[in-house]
């Protein structure tokens, strides 16, 4: 299994990915290598199976019957927590495509097939809705379909779960004899009588009594603190948890331990503040005392954290510096590198910034969750990338541009074919919305993925500096669904067909079918009849041999792993402190 480091690599979890889901469960290969890695037991994986199989059945049943207020069922990357105390509580590893679980929900011996199945259909939701309260309000019409026996299975294991967020799920379960007097529009239609007199919901579908309104409205804040005090709890954990490495217990303070290692490597990068004061500067490394100031107070395990991040954004940038052939040449950063996003390349000095205000995390707080240090090394490549295109390093050869024109008249001809076989509202849509774009459909979509080659071209050296795990989490936190926030059909091709090529610089086997089931492609296009399989697959090809036309231009660079092997000795990090 040639990505086993990539599912396994993170004791605290491990990933159970798309390529290894159908709707039946978990592959073969992946079972044993789910026994032989960590461990689980047969029953853990036969009432994981189970689960997902009932999973896909009754998502299935409820978009049927209810599909605006119901989502079809899909893959998904599934984060399954094995260490919950140590992992950071709702959260995703890759962004907008993945779950997060808890091994206890497939644990025969604490859950059941009705607790397991809830928890896959509202990881859905909370994936979604990023709310805990509105997760569980708006699947609440499930409970509707349930007999007396599945209620009493799933209260019953929600007693015994030990999840962190297990109180809200109490809070459920407590709460489902009212629950099961509401109606929903159309799974349970109120009488003509009693309608008038309902309260409704519209983001879950569901229509209120008024003996009951007063529940719903305390269940709501109440499921919001349950999940607060679950946060609170984890980050305390955090502030207080103690260094694994002696290291940290050797200096004179946590803040000291990542001062004196900063002014000992030396690493090529800028720490800075959430207001964008350097903390940090490699030419004056011996001044530490804004730094001191920054993490005073800091945890022995925050610091070795933050300074675990600091070494990948060294080392993955002293390995890019070092492959330069003439590294003088590396302009500064142009208008359309941004100054922002947690990592990023500074506008006048060549050095990667790491800012302490990283997107969704305060590395003062929160030690870094699993994957979060191998999407920092990814991040930092792909900054550097910006800047290789800048200077020339990395775009369209001219050798190149008579083939760029031809993929360029492939994507117009692949996206008539997919209008020649559509339905005559999706062609009218479409037409609408070029015209608005002052082109024609085609030439539109076209636009759209010209406009994405930039990101293409930084991503290109990621194959060269990046492990093989790195480079995976990155390509998967940049295939998502984008239904429900862009409704415009070609602006939807567009950025599919573009997306699509993050999934070709990584190792998914069948990367077609990855982006169809994994982000609706097949259920609202495919599957409405708006767009055929054949046609979409001959989209996604038609990008695919434009992108194939951009390359690195090999003459500015070393091979990456004989470049300066001192700069990158000289960044390990003490007792093995690596991702």
Known sequence: MKLRRFYFGHPELFVIPVEHLSERGMSQPYADALRATRGVSDGWIELFDRAYALYWERATDLYARAPQTWFPPRLQNLAVVVEPEKTRPYYQPFHKSSWMLYASDFDPERSNLEHATYQLLHAERLSTSRDMAMAIICGMSYWLDRDEAEIAAFSEACAASPRPDADAFRLLAESLPWVRTLFHEPLRRAPADVAPTLRRVKEAGLYVPAEVQPRLQALVPALREAAAEVMTRYVQQCATAPATEPAVAMASSPADFVGDWLAQVRPPLLLTDERERVLWDPEQPERLDALRAALHGLGGRLAQSLRDDLVIVGERSAAFLSSLREPERLPAA????????????????????????????????????????????????????????????????????????????????ATDAVLAAAPSAFVEAAWHEAREAGTEPGALVCELVLSRMSDFSSNLLARRYLPPE???????????????????????????????????????SDPVRYMLRSTWLTDYFVGTGLVSREHLVGLLEATSRLCDCYAVDESAFVDPSLAAPDALDALDAPEGGRA
């Open 334 to 413: 142009g208008e359309g590198v941004e100054q922002e996003g947690g990592i990023y390349v500074h506008a006048s000095r060549p050095l990667i910034v790491y800012s302490l205000a990283q997107p969704g995390l305060d590395p003062r707080h929160e030690v870094a969750p699993p994957y979060h240090r191998w999407l920092v090394g990814a991040r930092t490549i792909h900054e550097w990338g910006h800047l290789s295109e800048d200077a020339g390093w990395v775009g369209l050869p001219d050798e190149r541009r008579d083939d760029h024109a031809r993929a360029q008249e492939a994507i117009v001809a």
């Open 470 to 508: 790195e480079l995976e989490a990155y390509v998967r936190g940049n295939v998502h669904t984008h239904f429900g926030e862009e409704s415009r059909p070609l602006h939807l091709l567009g950025r599919y067909a573009y997306e699509y090529q993050y999934l070709l610089l990584g190792q998914v």
